[in-house]
């Protein structure tokens, strides 16, 4: 619905006071030719029949204007009305003028009961008003995640409510018409969606566990055979091939119990202070003999600091680097490199990671999509078979989580560049850890 806005009647506008005026005048002209003066009354009424024109032409534009604004009031009422999505539109006071049907369904509240309120924080708790004002409100809601960028319009904010379970995505816009200067929040009800999303991942949950203890088993067992003493050699190659086969397997399981986790918000974080500097030499020691035995050359530049603090979660951050480097290596060229740097940003509160790799590289077609679950290029299929392309999704979730950004470069046949930022201020890591979405 669309709040009736008093609007003037053409004929009582301040405009119409000439016009009136001139009426006036010409019906006392035409009274002063007919009882007194014939000369003096068509003087009069030639002197005032210019002016009038002008002013009758004034007046039909007024009316024109006025008809024009009513048609596209209407036209504008038709497609809120017909838009799938919920919209409210309200002024610099929180005075609701807009309400559609859709908002209607959404928040159970008639649009009489809402056009012309004022909503203020204060309603936030009554059972009645509550969602609606907290959607206006976002910052009164139980959990809002933000879409969009600080600044950007529109803002796109994702708000959950746990009482009744309701999940929204509000689209929020400035306007400035003639009626009205405020904002337009436009409302898209998922509740269905995150139901079945969240019913997905759980699910996904429950296999992987069932499927974690019979993997273990077959792997420690394997394992054991695979050692044997006095065991034929074909029975050791296929025992061998058997465990390498366990193990991708149940790299697998985790890896979906990972992406479970991230989506549901339960990943599960710790952060604490360390010195990122130390941090990375231990990780690339450890990833010296992957690289070694790959023929690959492992270079660090920390930059001119000696050391570096940082509030990070150094299990999930060593996961995330890990996960790179593995595939710096894995993907690279023999006697390729791989170069890791460290720099402060000079104009913003981060440091910058880079690894560098002199590798296969990725199709231009590929480096929008990277960062998707289960995608992987097509060059880096024929290098190496197995995969679940999870990692790097599970990479950006845990680098988002942290407060930062990652990104990549690369040159096919030439090699990657995968570069993201850690907070050196610890205020700008999120204070809680949401579910999370592909974007």
Do not use: C
């Not at 669309?2 to 003037?8: C, E, G, P, Y």
């Not at 009031?73 to 610099?92: M, N």
């Not at 366990?246 to 339960?266: F, M, P, T, W």
Request: charged fraction near 25%.
């Amino acid at each position: 619905m669309v709040a009736k806005a008093k609007k003037q009647s053409p004929f009582s506008r301040p405009e119409m006071f000439s016009f009136w005026v001139f009426l006036f005048s010409f019906a006392a002209a035409a009274a002063i030719s007919f009882y007194f003066s014939m000369i003096l009354g068509y003087t009069i009424l030639i002197l005032l029949i210019v002016p009038g024109a002008v002013i009758f032409l004034n007046i039909s534009k007024l009316i024109k204007r006025d008809i024009e604004t009513y048609s596209v009031s209407e036209r504008f009422k038709k497609i809120i009305s017909a838009l799938p999505d919920g919209v409210i539109v309200y002024d610099s006071d929180f005075k609701v003028a807009v309400f559609n049907g859709v908002a209607e369904r959404i928040f159970g509240l008639n649009s009489d009961e809402v056009i012309g309120q004022k909503m203020g924080p204060e309603k936030a708790q009554d059972p009645k008003f509550g969602i609606l004002t907290q959607t206006i409100f976002p910052s009164l809601a139980p959990l809002v995640i933000p879409r969009s960028k600080p600044g950007d319009f529109p803002q796109v904010t994702d708000i959950s409510f746990n009482e009744p379970a309701v999940e929204l995505r509000v689209a929020t816009t400035p306007i400035s018409t003639e009626d009205v200067t405020g904002f337009i929040k436009i409302i898209i009800d998922r509740t269905r969606e995150v139901e079945v999303y969240r019913s997905k991942s759980e699910f996904i949950t429950v296999a992987a566990h069932q499927l974690q203890t019979p993997i273990t088993t077959i792997y420690w067992a394997l394992d054991v055979l695979r050692k044997e003493e006095g065991l034929a050699a074909e029975t050791r190659e296929v025992a061998q091939e058997g465990y390498l086969a366990s193990q991708n397997l149940s790299k697998i399981v985790n890896d979906l119990l990972d992406v479970a986790r991230i989506e549901e918000g339960k990943f599960g974080y710790i952060f604490q202070e360390i010195d990122i500097i130390e941090f990375f030499k231990e990780l690339l020691k450890n990833a010296n003999v992957a690289a070694k035995n790959a023929g690959v050359n492992l270079y660090f530049d920390p930059g001119p600091e000696m050391s570096l603090p940082l509030n990070v979660d150094p299990s999930k951050l060593a996961m995330a680097v890990s996960n790179l480097l593995d595939n710096a290596i894995k993907y690279n060229l023999k006697n390729g490199s791989v170069t890791v740097r460290i720099a402060r940003l000079n104009d913003k509160p981060y440091v910058q990671v880079s690894i560098q790799d002199t590798g296969v590289g990725i199709p231009p077609d590929g480096l929008s999509k990277i960062f998707k679950k289960f995608f992987r290029a097509e060059n880096a299929v024929k290098v190496h078979t197995e995969g679940t392309g999870l990692g790097l999704y599970i990479v950006k979730n845990i680098i988002k989580r942290h407060g930062g950004a990652i990104s990549v470069q690369s040159d096919l046949g030439r090699g990657t560049t995968f570069y993201f930022t850690l907070p050196t201020d610890p205020r700008l890591i999120p204070h809680k850890e949401s579910p999370y979405e592909e974007e």
